[in-house]
């Protein structure tokens, strides 16, 4: 398993990943996501694009991983813009 510092880190680290990759990266931290043979289902039926599919999965990834681990923005301004009031 990785070591993330930050919010970033995890972003940084899947940031190049293609779906396949993205997948295995992720397999072992148990992530509640969407359940991959929907997502293949909706890109092999046409209805939505692989890359939206893959962005939303990354987004909602950085998200978990990042309550998981408590990991923090490191930069301190967008942990704040983030907070809702």
């Known amino acids: 398993m990785v070591i993330f510092e930050d919010r970033e880190d995890v972003r940084d680290w899947l940031k190049p990943k293609n779906y396949i990759e993205f997948w ?20 092999a039926n046409g209805t939505v694009e692989q890359d939206l599919v893959l962005s939303g999965l990354k987004g909602m990834a950085v998200q ?8 923090k923005s490191r930069i ?7 907070k809702v009031h």
């Open 24 to 43: 295995e990266a992720v397999a072992p931290y148990n992530l509640t996501l969407q359940d991959r043979d929907h997502c293949d289902a909706l890109i």
């Open 64 to 71: 978990e991983l990042s309550r998981m681990l408590g990991l």
């Open 76 to 82: 301190p301004h967008i942990e704040r813009s983030m």
